[in-house]
């Protein structure tokens, strides 16, 4: 439960849940702690900041997660854009499933130019086909097209 409290918390949720952790946490909680308040001082409310924690592959998985969380609610289109850039960086699982995640919140009715993008990268993977990420671009898969449908919808 506290995990989960930390996943949503905001800056000024912290009293309160470190009070919690302080009381109740286990170890791996109190470190869930500390890698949500470092997090929050290194970022603040930079989207910028919080994309290169999602991609930080020396990150604890907490921070990225809490990381994609983050840019769930600060970003926006332009948001959603960077993380298809930041498809270049990486083909790995954790990351690519938290990048469809994010950018599917950002746009709930969707967005033809995201999906464009989206959709050259998808063919840019293909054409570069590699056995050890072979099926990590399935979330993508599914959220393209998810925003077409979603684009079309709301026509």
């Not at 990381?67 to 600060?74: D, E, F, R």
């Not at 959603?80 to 994010?102: C, E, G, W």
């Not at 967005?111 to 293909?126: D, F, G, M, P, T």
């Amino acid at each position: 439960m506290i995990a989960s409290l930390l996943m949503l918390a905001r800056p000024e949720d912290l009293p309160k849940i470190r009070a919690t952790v302080a009381r109740y946490g286990h170890d791996d909680e109190k470190q869930q702690l500390a890698e949500t308040q470092a997090l929050f001082k290194s970022c603040h409310s930079n989207v910028a900041c919080y994309l290169g924690k999602l991609l930080d592959e020396a990150a604890e998985p907490f921070t990225n997660y809490k990381a994609a969380q983050v840019l769930g609610k600060l970003g926006n289109q332009q948001t959603a854009m960077a993380l298809v850039n930041a498809l270049d960086v990486t083909r790995k699982r954790q990351p690519l499933y938290l990048i469809s995640q994010v950018i599917e919140a950002l746009l709930p009715d969707g967005s033809a130019s995201v999906a464009n993008a989206l959709a050259s990268k998808l063919e840019q993977y293909e054409a570069t086909f590699d056995e050890e990420t072979n099926g990590n671009d399935q979330p993508l898969a599914t959220l393209l097209g998810r925003l077409r449908a979603r684009q079309s919808g709301s026509s």
